[in-house]
């Protein structure tokens, strides 16, 4: 069983980009059968998926967002990170790591941003893009 934890810095100024990381533990990121997602909770709306990186390494990008983001992994620390530019100021949102499914037709219907998907979840991280 995985344990996944996220860690951020709190708060990033508009425009910036915003830097996150997710350290599993329990379970190798490489290992097959899973996908390895970032999803965020903006203040007073539901979850948002926004990208996932499978066991191989390939990813996969919320369409309304890839312009401006990255997903990437370090397997020698069991790590996968998030880059997501052009941010724009908002009240505290939070972001989610978590392990989901590696089918690629998981990630491009509405059931991406559904929360039964993804099988463990770190606790989130809360980011506040303000100046």
């Known amino acids: 069983q995985a344990q996944l934890q996220e860690s951020g810095p709190g708060q990033v100024k508009p425009s910036q980009t915003l830097s996150l990381i997710c350290t599993v533990s329990g379970e190798s990121i490489t290992d097959s059968g899973s996908a390895w997602s970032w999803i965020r909770r903006p203040p007073g709306k539901g979850l948002e998926w926004l990208a996932a990186?499978?066991?191989?390494?390939?990813?996969y990008y919320n369409p309304s967002h890839k312009w401006r983001t990255s997903i990437s992994r370090d397997t020698s620390k069991n790590q996968f990170s998030l880059q997501l530019g052009s941010v724009t100021p908002e009240g505290p949102a939070v972001y989610y790591c978590?392990?989901?499914?590696?089918?690629?037709?998981?990630?491009?219907?509405?059931?991406?941003?559904?929360?039964?998907?993804?099988?463990?979840w770190g606790q989130g991280t809360q980011v506040t893009v303000s100046d």
């Open positions: 990186i499978r066991y191989d390494g390939n990813p």
């Open positions: 978590a392990r989901g499914p590696t089918n690629p037709s998981s990630y491009r219907s509405s059931e991406s941003s559904d929360s039964k998907q993804y099988a463990v």
